[in-house]
């Protein structure tokens, strides 16, 4: 699904923890600040999809468990640019994926629902460089159906005792140099 957005940041999160942002005051409480989003991240109740731009970015989500865990497909492997460290996030039975601006309880318009087992899981959030597969792109440069999205988003049970998970804002380190 692709999901369009002004504000350069996307985010999966746990809506229910997001039951009191109603309005843009009660959102500017809970967001506004980077020191607010990385407050959210850590307690694993948002992940960040961040590249520093805005725009109309293609995000697929899969879970997994702990005897099948979600991978990329060969396709995205070979596609892919980064993944980031491993983030976070604690479940009540559904995440969404939006812009960093639709965050709250409700699902808006545009932002994808999905499906995640209650507990603790590992997020890690994988940029493809989809332009690169041949065929990709109509004559235009826009994705043709089927092509890759820009984010896979893995989302695996955590591993007992696993105790390290990024909380930084932007999902991916900086190149070095």
């Known amino acids: 699904m692709t999901v369009t957005r002004d504000a350069g940041m996307l985010v999966l999160w746990d809506?229910?923890?997001?039951?009191a942002v109603v309005d843009d005051d009660t959102w500017e409480d809970e967001l506004l600040d980077?020191?607010?989003?990385?407050?959210h991240i850590q307690a694993g109740a948002l992940v960040p999809l961040n590249v520093g731009g805005d725009g109309a970015f293609g995000v697929l989500v899969r879970s997994g468990t702990a005897a099948a865990p979600a991978r990329l497909t060969e396709r995205e492997a070979a596609h892919q640019l980064v993944a980031s460290q491993p983030y976070l996030f604690v479940s009540r039975g559904r995440a969404l994926v939006g812009g960093v601006e639709d965050v709250s309880g409700d699902a808006p318009d545009g932002v994808i629902e999905h499906l995640v087992p209650e507990g603790r899981?590992?997020?890690?959030?994988?940029?493809?460089?989809?332009?690169?597969?041949?065929?990709?792109?109509?004559?235009?440069?826009?994705?043709?159906?089927g092509a890759l999205?820009?984010?896979?988003?893995?989302?695996?049970?955590a591993q007992p005792g696993q105790g390290a998970f990024r909380t930084a804002v932007h999902t991916f380190e900086a190149p070095n140099g």
């Open 149 to 157: 999205p820009d984010f896979v988003v893995l989302v695996n049970p």
């Open 15 to 19: 809506p229910q923890r997001f039951e």
């Open 34 to 39: 980077d020191e607010d989003i990385v407050r």
């Open 121 to 145: 899981h590992a997020v890690v959030v994988h940029l493809i460089d989809w332009q690169a597969e041949a065929g990709s792109q109509d004559k235009d440069g826009r994705p043709v159906p």
